[in-house]
């Protein structure tokens, strides 16, 4: 099988300062259809088995019905490091990438469809439990709104399957 290479792909990415590394902290959108989530080196499971266990239940979440992004796999891929156009090569998740808005900006821009959202928020992650997961760290920042696709959970490092 052909291994699947990503480009660097500038224009929706947000460029981040290296004294502070929060690259490490945020998903990158590498191609139309790709994000990234790198591998986070200032956490207390700078692992590998980190990503693996993300990947993993993002993958049984998927699998089980839960509305998450549809996982790919563990890549190297090629990030920005910051404003000065270098870049680092680093392990992420790749992911499917989700267009829309966070339910906390939202809430905060008084958006007019963030009571549907939060409305879908709330039977998602019922949705989740109902299926067997514990979806802890799971709120407003973790939450996209798609206006055609509906409400995706993100960010299931924390998450437990019972």
């Known amino acids: 099988m052909a291994r699947k290479t990503f480009p660097i792909y500038p224009q929706n990415m947000t460029p981040v300062n290296v004294d502070s590394f929060p690259i490490f902290r945020r998903v990158f959108r590498i191609s139309e259809e790709y994000a990234a989530k790198p591998l986070n080196i200032l956490s207390h499971n700078n692992s590998i088995s980190a990503l693996e266990y993300e ?15 549809r996982p790919d796999r563990i890549y190297q891929v090629t990030l920005p490091l910051h404003n000065e156009g270098e870049n680092i090569n680093t392990l992420a998740l790749v992911m499917e990438y989700i267009e829309g808005l966070r339910l906390i900006e939202m809430l905060e821009s ?21 299926l067997g997961f514990e979806p802890n760290d ?11 696709r509906g409400l995706y959970l993100i960010d299931l490092r924390e998450w437990r399957k019972k």
């Open 110 to 130: 008084r958006h007019p469809q963030y009571d549907t959202a939060s409305a879908a928020f709330d039977a998602e992650k019922q949705n989740a439990l109902d």
């Open 55 to 69: 990947l993993r239940i993002l993958r049984l979440a998927y699998q089980a019905g839960v509305h998450v992004p």
């Open 138 to 148: 799971c709120h407003h920042h973790n939450a996209i709104w798609n206006r055609e």
